[in-house]
């Protein structure tokens, strides 16, 4: 049995992050037990901390470490104190990345390390005081330009570009730095369109292009977990490298899956988690399954499913795993079509243990992923705490 939790802590069997980072899709099923590196990159006051904190907050029993690009700043000379506004604070040479690229290889390989702790009214770093990071399962490196460096995007197993539209980022970098940061509004403007701005420009946004995942409108998107668990999920499905040569005549290389996948939805929530899939690959087939479950009894109404399903990989989707019994009758809808219970992925949300026993129980080759495993379940099936009746919340057809 393998139970395999996204992006959430509470059960971590079957967690076998991947000692390399993979071209894409990340493979989590690499055999070394190194720390899951996740980096967190965009523009000024995207977001990134929010998400980061959504992620901890997910990750809850799990050892995290949050490590910010912005404590490796080099502290400025006595020469560039005295002009400070004309000191470009985004560039990648404002950063010591040589500290940087060390000290996450030294957390990657198990070690504690003193991280050195940054002053930003002083523009100075603390000469004597460190923050001692202790070695985690999974560390969180956070930063404007963390994807810049190749070294430190090699050491990342996942990689997450949070997008804010740039007038919501400038407004936000205003507040900050003059509530936090003791700054004036003129001082602060001036600093973005000399540098902030054309840092973004030339830097940040090019690499963009080598995030797994992007979440838009930064930590606002509650819904880009779909896109974090689907993603993780397509993780664990075999892939081998593939070489193309693009328009332009460069060699690329990428990865391709063996084998074709489809999709299937258990209809209605089922379908919400259907543009993730498509976000993630794009074409995808995607089968339906409609269940009318009544307290414990569940009845397939419908299913209409790819006619070559049985050679594809699958991947199940319904946000909410309560008493196991729907996706239970699901999963033998497909094992019942020739699809092999190994070769099916249950993307899931929110989930019961109840569920997860259930089903785990009745198919123990299925992989199940899910963003967080809940309490239980009321005496009417509800998971609690949950969401709610997801569906109705979903398509607005509660009261
Ligand atoms: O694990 P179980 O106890 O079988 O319950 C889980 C099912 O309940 C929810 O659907 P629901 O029946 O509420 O239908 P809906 O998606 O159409 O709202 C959910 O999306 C699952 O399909
Ligand atoms: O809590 C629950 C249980 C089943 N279906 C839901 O949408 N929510």
Request: glycine share 8%; net charge negative; proline share 5%.
């Amino acid at each position: 049995m393998e139970i395999i939790e996204g992006v959430s802590g509470a059960h971590f069997s079957g967690w076998r992050p991947s000692s390399t980072a993979p071209t894409s899709p990340s493979s989590p099923t690499a055999p070394s037990q190194q720390p899951f590196v996740i980096g967190v990159s965009g523009g000024t006051a995207s977001g990134k901390t929010t998400v980061c904190e959504l992620i901890i907050q997910q990750l809850q029993d799990c050892r995290v470490v949050l490590v910010c690009q912005d404590s490796f700043y080099r502290g400025l000379t006595n020469e560039e104190l005295k002009h400070v506004h004309k000191y470009n604070f985004d560039h990648p040479d404002a950063f010591d990345t040589e500290q940087l690229v060390e000290t996450l290889s030294k957390l990657k390989s198990g070690h504690s390390v003193q991280v050195p702790i940054y002053d930003f009214k002083l523009h100075q770093r603390s000469s004597d005081i460190f923050r001692l990071v202790n070695a985690s399962e999974v560390i969180i490196m956070e930063g404007i330009l963390v994807f810049h460096e190749q070294r430190v995007r090699d050491m990342m197993n996942m990689k997450i570009f949070v997008d804010a539209d740039p007038d919501v980022r400038l407004a936000r970098r205003i507040k900050r730095d003059t509530v936090d940061r003791g700054r004036d509004v003129h001082s602060v403007l001036e600093q973005y369109a000399k540098f902030v701005k054309p840092a973004f420009e030339d830097f940040i946004l090019p690499s963009k292009k080598y995030a797994d995942i992007i979440i838009p409108r930064g930590g606002d998107n509650g819904v880009a977990i779909d896109l974090i668990v689907v993603e993780h999920g397509l993780g664990y499905f075999p892939f081998k490298e593939k070489q193309i040569i693009t328009p332009t005549g460069a060699t690329y290389t990428g990865v391709e899956f063996c084998k074709q996948l489809c999709g299937v939805s258990i209809i209605r929530s089922g379908e919400s988690m259907e543009n993730a899939l498509r976000a993630c690959c794009k074409g995808i087939k995607i089968g339906k399954i409609l269940i009318h479950r009544q307290g414990e009894e569940t009845q397939l109404i419908y299913e209409k499913l790819p006619n070559d399903i049985s050679e594809r990989h699958v991947l199940l989707m319904d946000p909410v795993l309560s008493t196991g019994n729907t996706a239970s009758q699901a999963i033998e809808l497909l094992i019942n079509k020739g699809v092999p219970e190994a070769n099916i992925i249950f993307l899931n949300l929110i989930s019961a243990p109840e569920g997860i026993n259930c089903v785990c129980t009745r198919f123990p080759h299925l992989k199940i992923i899910t963003s967080e495993i809940e309490e239980g379940l009321n005496d009417q099936c509800r998971v609690i705490p949950g969401l709610g009746e997801f569906g109705d919340r979903y398509f607005g057809t509660d009261d």
